[in-house]
């Protein structure tokens, strides 16, 4: 005799719905040692310097061999090991440096009676020339490997590293929330408005603070990322990193479409004729 169990209609319903309510398991998402690229936004960005004040700043772009001349100012490191995230609620920490920075006072200051100066704010250290022979390819430059300028058109600083941490939450598919800090050092340079000529010079230091930032996995339109420069599968947002004597507002660094160069060389060349240097 054999014995078969059917399941009536309630039970049937009640099983397709188990198999509705069932979450889907997320995909890992795998974040590997990479760049972070910032465009300054001025409208939220200052430091206070001492025997000056409050200096409005804003963004002054440098190459990074995108192929097109984007609005990079800014560069910080993650560094490795790769973190993953495997579900939704994920979250894990990745040393942070500031590799790059590139401000300039949006107007000259006064420095004592009668005299003004731009003044430039800047942090430029070694990363690793990623594919060159005997490398990791994680950005950092290790002992023993080829090394270049993360900002190609200044000098290297002497300063300390500018360290400190990223903590990112996964908190869906394709992305979450973040924070971070780091130590600044950064090098005060004070030039004669409009020129290269230093009439001063001295150092910066500060801990900045970002909080609740949003990152994706997936890049944007335009996205300044280059195979010298690589994302490592997390690409942040807006950030407004906060300090006791300044603050740094910015906004995901990009490289202009095609369709839009020739517009974009028109308003360079506009701003270089309104304001040299």
Same mark, same amino acid.
């Given at each position: 005799?054999?014995?078969?169990?059917?399941?009536g209609?309630?039970?049937?319903? %009640?099983t397709?719905a188990?198999w509705l309510?069932?979450?889907?398991?997320a995909?890992?998402l795998v974040?590997?040692p990479?760049?972070?690229?910032?465009?300054?936004?001025?409208?939220?960005t200052?430091?206070?310097?001492p025997? #000056?004040? /409050?200096?409005?700043?804003?963004?002054?772009?440098? @190459?990074?061999?995108?192929?097109?001349?984007?609005?990079?100012d800014?560069i %910080?490191?993650?560094?490795?090991?790769?973190?993953t995230?495997?579900?939704?609620?994920?979250s894990?920490?990745?040393?942070?440096e500031?590799?790059?920075?590139?401000l300039r006072?949006?107007?000259?200051?006064?420095?004592? /009676?009668g005299?003004f100066? @731009?003044v430039h704010v800047?942090?430029n250290?070694?990363?690793e020339?990623?594919?060159?022979p005997g490398?990791n390819?994680?950005?950092?430059?290790d002992?023993?490997e080829?090394?270049?300028?993360?900002n190609?058109e200044?000098?290297l600083?002497?300063l300390p590293?500018? !360290?400190?941490a990223?903590?990112?939450?996964?908190?869906?598919e394709?992305?979450?929330?973040?924070?971070?800090? =780091?130590?600044?050092?950064a090098? #005060?340079t004070? *030039?004669?408005?409009?020129?290269? *000529?230093v009439?001063g010079?001295?150092?910066?230091?500060? *801990? =900045?603070?970002?909080?609740?930032?949003?990152?994706?996995?997936?890049p944007?339109v335009?996205d !300044?990322? *280059?195979?010298? %420069?690589p994302a490592g599968?997390?690409?942040p947002?807006?950030?407004?990193?906060?300090?006791?004597l300044?603050?740094?507002r910015?906004?995901?660094? #990009?490289?202009?479409? /095609?369709?839009t160069?020739? %517009?974009f060389?028109?308003?360079?060349l506009?701003?270089?004729?309104?304001?040299p240097?």
């Amino acid at each position: 005799m054999s014995m078969q169990t059917r399941l009536g209609p309630s039970a049937l319903a %009640l099983t397709g719905a188990f198999w509705l309510a069932a979450p889907a398991m997320a995909v890992p998402l795998v974040i590997d040692p990479g760049f972070d690229l910032f465009a300054t936004d001025a409208a939220g960005t200052f430091a206070t310097l001492p025997g #000056i004040g /409050p200096v409005q700043l804003e963004g002054l772009p440098f @190459d990074t061999g995108a192929g097109d001349r984007g609005n990079v100012d800014t560069i %910080l490191l993650r560094r490795g090991p790769a973190l993953t995230l495997n579900g939704i609620g994920d979250s894990g920490s990745m040393p942070l440096e500031l590799v790059a920075l590139s401000l300039r006072s949006v107007a000259p200051v006064q420095i004592s /009676p009668g005299v003004f100066a @731009d003044v430039h704010v800047n942090v430029n250290k070694p990363i690793e020339d990623i594919g060159a022979p005997g490398g990791n390819d994680d950005g950092a430059c290790d002992p023993g490997e080829s090394c270049t300028a993360a900002n190609p058109e200044r000098p290297l600083d002497a300063l300390p590293a500018s !360290a400190g941490a990223l903590t990112i939450t996964r908190t869906g598919e394709n992305g979450g929330t973040f924070d971070s800090f =780091f130590d600044v050092f950064a090098e #005060i340079t004070l *030039t004669l408005p409009g020129t290269d *000529t230093v009439i001063g010079s001295s150092t910066f230091q500060d *801990t =900045f603070v970002q909080q609740s930032g949003l990152w994706s996995s997936t890049p944007g339109v335009g996205d !300044a990322h *280059t195979a010298q %420069l690589p994302a490592g599968g997390f690409l942040p947002g807006v950030v407004a990193e906060l300090a006791l004597l300044a603050s740094h507002r910015a906004g995901p660094a #990009i490289v202009p479409e /095609p369709a839009t160069l020739a %517009l974009f060389g028109l308003g360079a060349l506009w701003l270089s004729r309104r304001r040299p240097g």
